[in-house]
């Protein structure tokens, strides 16, 4: 069955960086887009990023955009959030989400970031 | 910047049908958004309910569909009960690879 596995998230000091991993089983990963969305403490969800299957392109909400970074390695099964520059409202629940078509049809089980010094 | 809107908290009684709505702050939700749903309760990950407006995910009780009504993308509870207590959220694809959630609607069964 499909599972997303999130990691790398943590305590993390304003204007520093951490990257997130996702780890994918289940599927061919290789065949499909990935996303990020990200939950703020008592808040909505809110999309942060998308990476085309192959990594050949990548596309970033504005409130992450030059500073978030999102990649894949396919060889590995893992998706990748670079987060630079962090700022105390990026603290949040990260989720990677599997898309197909135009929807997200799978989710990991998140994991939480918190900005603060 | 369009905003995706959906209810305030929402209270129903057991059994009842309650519609939830998805709407955008100019101009309408048509299938091209590819609307789809998610059901999240506290603490856990979001739940795919229902993909490209109206088609179920595996496994999702089939008092859940989806549609379009008027303007706005629908997903409709028929017979709510007790476990639907939750917090729902519409995904709207706006085009150019960038998609929108709405704010969410928490639904209370009681």
């Known amino acids: 069955q499909v599972q997303l596995v999130e990691s790398g998230g943590g305590v993390v000091q304003p204007g520093r960086s951490l990257r997130l991993s996702c780890a994918a089983s289940?599927?061919?990963?290789?065949?499909?887009?990935m996303h990020w969305v990200r939950q703020a403490p008592g808040k909505g969800l809110e999309w942060v990023a998308l990476?085309?299957?192959?990594?050949?392109?990548?596309y970033y909400a504005d409130s992450v955009e030059g500073r978030f970074t999102i990649s894949r390695d396919n060889s590995k099964n893992t998706l990748y959030l670079q987060m630079n520059s962090l700022r105390a409202e990026d603290t949040a629940v990260y989720y990677c989400?599997?898309?197909?078509?135009?929807?997200?049809?799978?989710w990991g089980q998140g994991t939480l970031v918190t900005v603060s010094s | 910047q369009t905003v995706v809107t959906q209810e305030p908290p929402f209270s129903v009684s057991p059994g009842e049908t309650v519609t939830l709505t998805c709407g955008l702050s100019?101009?309408?939700?048509?299938?091209?958004?590819?609307p789809s749903w998610y059901q999240q309760t506290p603490g856990q990950a979001p739940r795919t309910l229902i993909y490209?407006?109206?088609t179920r995910s595996s496994g999702v009780p089939d008092r859940f569909s989806g549609s379009i009504l008027g303007n706005k993308a629908a997903l409709t509870i028929t017979g709510a009960q007790a476990d639907d207590e939750s917090d729902y959220y519409c995904?709207?694809?706006?085009?150019?690879?960038?998609?929108?959630f709405g704010g969410g609607t928490k639904l209370t069964v009681l």
């Open positions: 989400g599997r898309l197909t078509n135009w929807w997200i049809d799978y």
């Open positions: 289940g599927f061919t990963f290789s065949n499909n887009g």
């Open positions: 990476i085309w299957y192959d990594g050949s392109n990548k």
């Open positions: 100019s101009g309408s939700v048509s299938t091209s958004h590819y």
């Open positions: 490209n407006t109206n």
């Open positions: 995904l709207l694809y706006m085009g150019s690879y960038i998609w929108v």
